[in-house]
């Protein structure tokens, strides 16, 4: 008896337990994957369809017998135009098509947009890959079959189709006695009327169960779309080292780093070397790590309200504070908070040192 290799069932990525970054999702999408569910598209469709349907009811009624007299009284005529029918026929079949046509591909435009988050457009996509040839039917059925992704795709399959039995079936048995009494009803109008109510109630039901199926559907897709796109540590190692000599990317972590000094400027303040001040619009603080940079670096800086709370803190921890007006305020331009101060500075910072009798110290 052969046995089923149990590692079918296993993650298709092992090792694979991070989450995936905004730049690899990026260029998933750049590549037109996303997280979409033709489920939900079809369903919305579907249901958008039915709705059209029921509002135009007394419309198309009115139009479809239009036709059926024009067709009808032609059998009478002896002189048979062929081209007339032909003009006759596409005129009522393009008038009774094209509302469903157009309503059915702005639905599924915007359904697609939705899910998309925007308009997507690659080639990616359609472009040829040899490798795929050759069929891996191994690959295959462990995808449709041994996968959850297979597992869920039938399972979703079966429910639709019980569900929509067991709805058609609880709807006709509701409504039964008035469908078997049409023949009792006078008119087969009336009696045709009848049936449409019960399929139009039928279709609604329908159409709304549908979109409850496709909006689990596309949660699902959504999550398996992230695990698919899990990363391992040495991928998000790979990924930060690739990323790190891009501009933008810098020019964003640098922004970040910055921010989170500014928010820490009480500590900034404690083990700053000296506050200087303008002396009642502007305050920076800087400090000196030789281990670390070449000059003293601008570590808080405020201004207005929050220069005097830098200068309050400066005074209850005993951190010098020296007044000098053009240079607080230069300092304040043209120095962001953890950069060094620019050169054009480091006289004017010298006797600040110089005055405030500075001694490295062990930070």
């Known amino acids: 008896m052969s046995q089923i290799d149990l590692q079918w069932f296993a993650p298709e990525d092992e090792g694979r337990t991070e989450q995936p970054s905004e730049h690899k999702l990026r260029k998933a999408r750049e590549e037109g994957r996303v997280a979409k569910s033709q489920e939900l598209n079809g369903s919305i469709v579907f249901l958008v369809g039915c709705v059209l349907l029921l ?7 009115e139009k479809l017998e239009e036709m059926m007299v024009f067709f009808f009284n032609q059998v009478t005529v002896d002189k048979v135009d062929n081209g007339q029918y032909v003009y006759v026929f596409a005129r009522y079949f393009c008038m009774l098509v094209i509302p469903f046509a157009v309503v059915g591909l702005i639905a ?3 359904s697609n947009l939705v899910q998309n988050k925007g308009f997507l457009f690659t080639t990616k996509t359609i472009s040829p890959k040899f490798d795929k040839i050759v069929p891996h039917f191994g690959q295959y059925f462990k995808r449709t079959l041994f996968s959850f992704e ?13 569900i929509l039995i067991l709805v058609c079936f609880l709807m006709i048995y509701s409504q039964r006695d008035k469908l078997l009494s049409a023949e009792n009803v006078p008119g087969p109008m009336l009696a045709m009327k009848n049936f449409a109510s ?19 559907d596309y949660m699902v897709q959504r999550r398996q779309f992230r695990e698919q796109n899990k990363m391992t540590k040495q991928e998000v190692k790979e990924e930060f080292k690739e990323l790190e000599g891009d501009p933008e990317v810098k020019s964003h972590l640098d922004s970040a780093q910055r921010e989170m000094l500014s928010q820490n400027i009480p500590k900034a303040v404690r083990e700053a070397d000296v506050l200087i001040t ?13 281990d670390v940079n070449i000059a003293p670096a601008v570590t808080a800086k405020g201004e207005d309200m929050l220069a005097q709370s830098m200068k309050r803190m400066a005074r209850e921890n005993d951190v010098p504070m020296i007044e000098n007006r053009p240079l607080a305020r ?6 962001k908070v953890g950069d060094v101060i620019p050169e054009n500075y480091w006289r004017a910072i010298a006797v600040i ?4 009798g500075y001694i490295d110290k062990k930070k």
């Open 55 to 61: 509002f135009l009811a007394p419309w198309i009624e």
């Open 108 to 110: 599924g435009v915007v």
């Open 150 to 162: 297979g597992v869920f795709n039938i399972a979703k399959s079966i429910l639709k189709v019980v």
């Open 198 to 216: 019960v399929a139009g109630i039928m279709l609604i039901v329908s159409a709304v169960i549908l979109l409850g199926i496709g909006v689990l």
């Open 278 to 290: 303008n002396p009642t619009h502007f305050a920076v603080a800087v400090q000196w790590k030789k």
């Open 330 to 335: 230069g300092l304040y331009n043209d120095a």
């Open 353 to 356: 040192y110089a005055q405030i």
